[in-house]
């Protein structure tokens, strides 16, 4: 063989290795966002994650106002994801609500795809928190 024929070859090989790798590359990158939600005292969190064709949604309220223990509908940009149950906070916060939800594909449950700048909110009319995720 010569060195022009080697050299081809060579290239050849290096090409299909490289390509062979780009499907489990693709399947490893992983999408994780964040987002914060203040309103008064209340607060809450809620972070995204995504790899592959697995998604994972969780969202956290803290402190809200009320005893009465209710389900508050979950959105993003505005479409209903799910339903969080509130329930009275721990010690020493008992007369405040908390409550999460998490959707996780891998549970068999369906959970929505986020993308930076998406809105997520906790409650309907007006949202009793909110927030943008990042």
Known sequence: MTKVGLSLALVAFVGVMVASTLPAQAQSAEVRLKASMVSGAASGKAEYRE???????????????GTTVSPQNVFINGVSVGTMALAACPAPATQLLC??????????????????????SVGFAPAVLAGVFR
């Open 51 to 65: 790899r592959g064709n697995r998604k994972r949604l969780n969202v956290q309220a803290e402190d809200l106002a």
């Open 99 to 120: 409550g999460e939800m998490e959707l996780n594909s891998q549970d068999g449950q369906v959970a929505p795809q986020v993308r930076a700048g998406d809105t997520v």
